[in-house]
């Protein structure tokens, strides 16, 4: 089992939503966060005054997958989210060592 772990952008959530749906992908845990990476954030004007805009939003996604499904969760991942400019994410991928789901206690697989 895998834990998938993806930055991407906010608006490109609904669309890593329906390609994940479209291969049966349908748990995930997702949150809002902020960060930056090579963007290195940006500069605004509001009322006339400009600063700094150090942390950007971004939309964290957690999905447990089996060792099976890893390859093709990445491919509808990097498809939904690529938009080709700076900042669009990452994807990590850590191992699971075990999953139990509470209510049934199905384990590993099972639970998933």
């Known amino acids: 089992m895998k834990m998938i772990t993806t930055i991407i952008k906010p608006f490109r959530l609904d669309d890593v939503r329906d390609a994940l749906s479209e291969i049966d992908i349908h748990g995930m845990t997702v949150t809002e966060v902020k960060g930056y990476g090579r963007q290195k954030g940006h500069t605004e004007m509001y009322r006339g005054a400009e600063y700094v805009i150090d942390?950007?939003?971004k939309i964290k996604l957690?999905?447990?997958?089996?060792?099976?499904?890893?390859?093709?969760?990445?491919?509808a991942i990097i498809s939904a989210a690529s938009t080709?400019?700076?900042g669009d994410g990452k994807i990590f991928v850590t191992s699971?060592?075990?999953?139990?789901?509470i209510?049934?206690?199905e384990i590993d697989n099972d639970a998933i």
Do not use: M, S, W, Y
Not at 96 to 101: A, D, G, H, Q, V
């Open 96 to 101: 699971i060592e075990k999953t139990i789901r």
């Open 103 to 105: 209510r049934t206690g």
């Open 55 to 57: 942390f950007l939003p």
């Open 62 to 75: 957690e999905i447990a997958v089996k060792n099976d499904q890893l390859d093709n969760v990445i491919e």
């Open 84 to 86: 080709g400019q700076i």
